[in-house]
T-cell receptor
Framework: DQQVKQNSPSLSVQEGRISILNCDYT??????FLWYKKYPAEGPTFLIS?????DKNEDGRFTVFLNKSAKHLSLHIVPSQPGDSAVYFC???????????FGKGTSLLVTP | DSGVTQTPKHLITATGQRVTLRCSPR?????VYWYQQSLDQGLQFLIQ???????AKGNILERFSAQQFPDLHSELNLSSLELGDSALYFC????????????FGQGTRLTVV
């Protein structure tokens, strides 16, 4: 069963605009959330994370928002750049050291 | 470059065969994780080793096994291969036993024909 869901397989955004990638989870034990970015022919690379004690974490152009009551998180990229075009994976973990549960990914295309 | 090395990058083999995928973690990382990414699927966690011992098991088939050696490199053994085992296999490593901010290798693309 898919405990982490990314319901949008793809997203296209114009350069300079905001990209919003969404992720939902079902397991209430998850309390650590991460976003990974993946280019073709490369492994996923860590982008940003958030703990359940926070509802927002910012790192440069990237901000992750967490809504625990809705079991929903989102990644905002502002402004979007063509180099951001990649597949973005949402991942979650309970704080007990278990492995990450990944979503199926959202393919972001940023057009000039 | 994440510092995690996986070999080989590509592997083509026939059904029924056995293959071994190899992973060298980043220097200093004690944990190694194996993930499988099939077509249109997210990364499915297979198994984790920490400092030589099995730490956690995910959706790993009985035909698959893994180990982590004293030098901390890891091998994933896949046997009695089926067409459905064709996938990208990723190895990741982290310093601790908690799979947070793990660093991924480039993956091994396995094709079973």
């Amino acid at each position: 069963d898919q405990q982490v869901k990314q319901n949008s397989p793809s997203l296209s955004v114009q350069e300079g605009r905001i990209s919003i990638l969404n992720c939902d989870y079902t397991n209430s034990m998850f309390d650590y959330f991460l976003w990974y970015k993946k280019y073709p022919a490369e492994g996923p690379t860590f982008l940003i994370s958030i703990s359940s004690i926070k509802d927002k974490n910012e790192d440069g152009r990237f901000t992750v928002f967490l809504n625990k009551s809705a079991k929903h998180l989102s990644l905002h990229i502002v402004p979007s750049q063509p180099g951001d075009s990649a597949v973005y994976f949402c991942a979650a973990s309970p704080n007990s050291g278990y492995a990450l549960n990944f979503g199926k990914g959202t393919s972001l295309l940023v057009t000039p | 470059d994440s510092g995690v090395t996986q070999t080989p990058k590509h592997l083509i083999t026939a059904t029924g065969q056995r293959v071994t995928l190899r992973c060298s973690p980043r220097s200093g990382d004690l944990s190694v994780y194996w993930y499988q990414q099939s077509l249109d699927q997210g990364l499915q966690f297979l198994i984790q080793y920490y400092n030589g011992e099995e730490r956690a098991k995910g959706n790993i088939l009985e035909r698959f096994s893994a180990q982590q050696f004293p030098d901390l490199h890891s091998e994933l053994n896949l046997s009695s291969l089926e067409l459905g085992d064709s996938a990208l296999y990723f190895c990741a490593s982290s310093v601790t036993s908690e799979n947070t901010e793990a660093f991924f290798g480039q993956g091994t693309r396995l094709t079973v024909v």
